[in-house]
């Protein structure tokens, strides 16, 4: 089965570690690459990184074995062993040969940050009485910043390396050599990687041949054995591993394990053909129904989400979930009477299910209000966002309303209409945007396949494209982001079609960063390239939208931080606990000088501070900005001395409330906001080597001269401002506002 997506790939921007296994093979070391790679897969099943390997000019034909073994798998021809070393297109390199077994964790490797390592062998005493270090073919794991032409030869030569630190010593687990276990000695219990010089069946050798022949299988067994393994296993091996089978043998329970897995990777369309082939309409196989209803709303097949829901909803142990998907579905198709009742029977079943609670809260009928008259559509403006509620993220609360300050100062229902961004455009609401003066789509990071997926657009808007060439209204797309995470996989082709139907209805077309604006016209014919504008985030230019508003007379002695977890394997990669220790020894420093509270947009960024307490010792009070209002939120930006986040609009906010800012950058939004303010130094990527000192010393030099630190930020907004006030101008006349 083939896979119609694509990653994008922004590593360079967010410094994100590509990392690599490498093992150079001739013809003669070929026959043990299946069994290498099976014991790498099979003992670490939560990893899958590039596999590369290296050839002396091998023909290609003899590398079709290995392919179905690992869907990363790379082949390069190369001279010798040395261009492992020096592997090109990788931060991180663990070199391999192939003699060798990986029996366990090799997680600590991954999570290396510095320099070459590699497990330390004597020769013995020279005529001087020093004994020398020596470096066979062995296993290294490499750091190419850290590799100099020199030692990569030293080593690749297989000479001696004198013991000045050139090499960080790795315990003898990790390249454990066969040999020392003659007299079949067992294999030692913590053994990581065992490697074997000679032929792998030697006599003497029984309990280490053994250990090796564990992984000697066949095709069908291996994928079998993978299946069994307990534990979290990574959705790419799962995606390659998991098809055979179920062509083999259709289950149940495998046709739903492939199913999660496309779904999670936004392969919605290979979900349910997954599905169909097993499901039909049993009635025993509710979580299956459960996700090919999920799969099929998300490709906007609503009738029949709804009936497979259903009949998920009809197992009391799924009932709750199933029935807050039903009420989502309903709120999309504006059918608000059955949301609320959808969601208030999931709480019959579960009282304490909060995604029902939410949909329950979120669709009751509003209070009785003092009757108004009814607002001319005419003299409207519709307003298609994302309109958040609740315990949901701060800054999707403070933007739309940013969005409507730019058009003047009535941000009410008086002046607009809320179109939410999620919600299906059908006919009756094509109407509705229609009869208004214009319709603006923003802001924030609306192209983007995955949080509300629909197979309309593929992007946040779910508008098909035939009822978008049918906006007769003026349409202006206001400050809108490409969202796509740092290797996040999605469809290009859909969302290519919807985007070119938007340009071409636009009458305005700004996009909130110049990296937008570059990926975006990569997906565009020439023709409409030109259309796509550059229109800053209005949270940007907030004190100018409301002088002397949205400052503060006085600041704390306060620094905010902020983290976001949402995709987090995207965010951190192996680097996870680099980051949080990183942090922690910058927050030990900030804190002898600043009161560091932290900054929570929505309940889910708090993990870090249980992870700094548990991990650091280090406790943070917490201000939970999803529970203030929009004014609060900017008070306290505005109040702050410096702000550190993680979130594009924990550092966008208080950037435009005037207060300094760094951001820690996860994902390339960020630094493309950062590059358009020409302050790149403002930005420091979460996989940086150096973070902690790097992250100290630059919060030191704001709070050590904060004042220039603020004319900075004000120096820095003049030119947001000024495009700002130009783009607005030219909207005014688009819609015939005074």
């Given at each position: 089965m083939t896979r119609p997506t694509s990653a994008d790939d922004r590593s360079t921007v967010t410094g994100r570690r590509r990392i690599a296994f490498a093992v150079h093979a001739d013809r003669e070391g070929l026959d043990g690459?299946?069994?290498?790679?099976?014991?790498?897969?099979l003992s670490n099943p939560g990893v899958c990184e590039d596999f590369v390997v290296l050839h002396p000019g091998l023909d290609d034909a003899e590398f079709d074995a290995l392919?179905?073994?690992?869907?990363?798998?790379?082949?390069?021809?190369?001279?010798?062993?040395?261009?492992?070393?020096?592997?090109?297109?990788?931060?991180?390199?663990?070199?391999?040969?192939?003699?060798?077994?990986?029996?366990?964790?090799?997680?600590?490797?991954l999570r290396m940050r510095h320099g070459v390592a590699a497990v330390r062998q004597w020769t013995d005493a020279g005529?001087?009485?020093?004994?020398?270090?020596?470096?066979?073919?062995?296993?290294?794991?490499?750091?190419r910043a850290d590799l100099d032409d020199a030692l990569a030869a030293r080593l690749a030569s297989g000479g001696t390396v004198a013991p000045d630190g050139a090499l960080i010593p790795l315990d003898a687990r990790y390249d454990f050599p066969a040999r020392r276990l003659h007299d079949d000695l067992p294999v030692p219990e913590d053994v990581v990687v065992l490697r074997f010089a000679g032929p792998p069946d030697a006599p003497g050798y029984g309990p280490a041949n053994a250990a090796r022949r564990r992984f000697e299988m066949g095709d069908e067994e291996f994928r079998a054995a993978y299946r069994a393994l307990r534990g979290p296993k990574h959705p790419d091996l799962v995606a390659h591993y998991a098809p055979p089978l179920l062509a083999a043998r259709p289950s149940l329970d495998l046709a739903r394990t492939v199913a999660d897995v496309y779904r999670g990777q936004g392969r919605y369309d290979e979900a349910v053909e997954v599905l169909a082939l097993v499901v039909a309409?049993?009635?025993?196989?509710?979580?299956?129904?459960?996700?090919?209803?999920?799969?099929?709303?998300?490709?906007?097949?609503?009738?029949?989400?709804?009936?497979?829901?259903l009949l998920a909803a009809a197992s009391p142990g799924l009932a709750a979930r199933a029935f807050a998907q039903l009420a989502r579905l309903a709120w999309l198709l504006g059918r608000e009477a059955d949301a609320h009742a959808y969601a208030r029977e999931g709480l019959a079943a579960d009282p304490t299910d909060a995604g029902c609670h939410a949909w329950y809260v979120r669709t009751r009928a509003p209070e009785p209000e003092v009757t108004a008259p009814e607002p001319d559509p005419?003299?409207?403006?519709?307003?298609?966002a994302l309109f958040a509620e609740g315990d949901e993220n701060a800054g999707d609360k403070v933007l739309p309303e940013a969005v409507r300050m730019c058009f003047g100062d009535d941000t009410g229902p008086r002046r607009w209409y809320a179109q939410p961004v999620h919600r299906l455009v059908d006919e009756a609401a094509l109407e509705r945007l229609n009869a208004r003066r214009g319709v603006v789509v923003g802001g924030g990071g609306l192209f983007l396949p995955d949080t509300s997926p629909n197979g309309n657009s593929h992007w946040q808007w779910n508008v098909p494209d035939d009822v978008l060439a049918r906006v007769t209204a003026p349409l202006a797309v206001f400050a809108v982001g490409y969202n796509v995470f740092d290797g996040q996989l999605y469809r290009r082709r859909r969302f290519a079609e919807s985007l070119r139907v938007l340009v071409e209805r636009s009458a305005f077309?700004?996009?909130?960063?110049?990296?937008?604006?570059?990926?975006v016209r990569e997906l565009l014919p020439a023709s409409l390239r030109d259309r796509v504008r550059y229109q800053p985030c209005p949270t940007t230019v907030a004190r100018h939208l409301r002088p002397g508003v949205f400052e503060a007379a006085e600041r704390s002695d306060t620094v905010l931080v902020n983290c976001a977890y949402d995709r987090a394997g995207l965010r951190f990669g192996h680097d996870y606990g680099h980051f949080l220790a990183q942090t922690a020894l910058a927050l030990g420093a900030l804190r002898e000088r600043a009161d560091v509270r932290y900054a929570a947009h929505m309940p889910a960024d708090e993990r870090f501070v249980h992870d700094l307490r548990r991990e650091?010792?280090?406790?943070?009070?917490?201000?939970?900005?999803?529970?203030?209002?929009?004014?609060?939120?900017?008070?306290?930006?505005?109040?702050?001395?410096?702000?550190?986040?993680?979130r594009g609009h924990a550092g966008m906010i208080p950037f435009g409330c005037g207060t300094p800012i760094l951001s820690l950058v996860s994902h390339p939004k960020l630094a493309y906001f950062l590059s358009d303010i020409g302050r790149p130094e403002w930005g420091l990527s979460v996989h940086d080597r150096e973070l902690g000192p790097r992250l100290a010393e630059r919060a030191a030099a704001v709070l050590d001269d904060h004042a220039a630190a603020v004319a900075d930020v004000h120096g820095a907004q003049e030119f947001l401002w000024k495009t700002t006030q130009s783009n607005l101008q030219e909207l005014r006349g688009v819609f015939g506002l005074a």
């Open positions: 690459l299946p069994t290498l790679i099976r014991s790498l897969v392919r179905p073994l690992h869907p990363r798998l790379v082949i390069r021809g190369a001279a010798d062993r040395g261009d492992a070393l020096r592997l090109e297109g990788y931060d991180t390199v663990v070199v391999l040969d192939p003699g060798m077994v990986v029996l366990g964790d090799l997680g600590e490797l005529p001087d009485g020093e004994r020398r270090e020596v470096r066979p073919e062995e296993l290294f794991v490499v750091q309409d049993r009635l025993d196989a509710p979580r299956c129904h459960e996700t090919l209803g999920v799969c099929l709303m998300a490709l906007s097949r609503y009738d029949e989400a709804e009936a497979h829901l005419a003299g409207q403006l519709a307003h298609v077309f700004g996009l909130r960063n110049h990296g937008s604006i570059d990926r650091h010792g280090i406790a943070l009070p917490v201000e939970r900005l999803h529970t203030m209002s929009n004014d609060d939120v900017r008070d306290l930006y505005a109040r702050a001395r410096l702000v550190i986040g993680m």
